[in-house]
């Protein structure tokens, strides 16, 4: 079993940034797939990015050139850096870890959400 705990949301105006952690209690955490999702009021929970095992990346569209995903294999941990915030940014991010790529988002391991507030 994988428990995936999420940090590091807050309130942040537009503009400003924020890095989200998640610390994964997995000491096979180097072979996992992880990503970040979030889930707006209202809305379907949707894809942030994701990072592969061995290091591959990939962004949703309306976060490119903003967020960045990365991940230290040492620390169990996988990041996700916000910068530039935007109002629809706010939701609740998740952590997401699984063994296969077409695992993620669907399946696999979840932490339990931290809020992000994008805000004035």
């Known amino acids: 079993q994988v428990q995936l705990v999420e940090s590091g949301g807050g309130l942040v105006q537009p503009g400003g940034s924020l890095r989200l952690s998640c610390a994964a209690s997995?000491?096979?955490?180097?072979?996992?797939?992880t990503g970040w999702y979030r889930q707006a009021p209202g809305k379907q929970r949707e894809l942030v990015a994701t990072i592969t095992s061995a290091g591959n990346t990939n962004y949703a569209d309306s976060v490119k050139g903003r967020f960045t995903i990365s991940r230290d294999n040492a620390k169990n941990t996988v990041y996700l850096q916000m910068n530039s915030l935007k109002s629809e940014d706010t939701a609740v991010y998740y952590c997401?870890?699984?063994?296969?790529?077409?695992?993620?988002?669907?399946?696999?391991?979840w932490g339990q959400g931290t809020q992000v507030t994008v805000s004035s």
């Open positions: 997995a000491t096979i955490f180097s072979i996992l797939h």
């Open positions: 997401n870890a699984a063994l296969l790529t077409n695992q993620l988002g669907r399946s696999g391991y």
